[in-house]
């Protein structure tokens, strides 16, 4: 059972505000525990290896500089799951990329078809009235009526 201050990750602000600087930093305590506890799971031989999802570049090379400099307190981080597609490119390629190249971090996408939207099945609003996107008013709104959509319809134009 993890403590409710694990829930929303570690750092996982989709975007830096400086303004919330200060509370992330008071995070970091809890951030070298749950390092720590994931260290206990790898000596016991209950997992060989951790990852990290929906991470911030400053999140990776957290973790990577932890177990760089206390190897045997902290393991390394080897993969990094975020949504990465197509259309939902700005959270990995905009510093992400960079944190995770130098720190040996592989990528494994979540959501590689944008919630189904690069299948161009939501295309047809009128045969696509089913589909989870439409079913739960304001789930994944940022690809229905947006720049998302117009690049979807260009992509299977060319498709």
Known sequence: HWPDRYAGGMFGQPDF?????????????????????????????????IGVSNETPNGVCSFA??????????????????????V???????????????????LLPYSPLASGTLSGKYRDKENSKNGRLLLFPGYMERYLNSQNEAAVNAYCHLA
């Open 17 to 49: 505000l400086p303004s919330k600087y200060e509370e992330q930093k008071t995070e970091f305590v809890a951030f070298k525990e749950l390092l720590a506890a994931m260290q206990e799971l790898i000596q016991a031989g209950k997992i060989w290896y």
């Open 88 to 106: 939902v490119r700005k959270y990995f390629e905009a510093g992400l990329a960079e944190a995770c190249y130098h720190h040996k971090v592989r």
């Open 65 to 86: 500089e932890l177990a760089k400099n206390f190897p045997d307190l902290y393991p390394k981080i080897v993969l990094i799951q975020n949504s990465c597609s197509l």
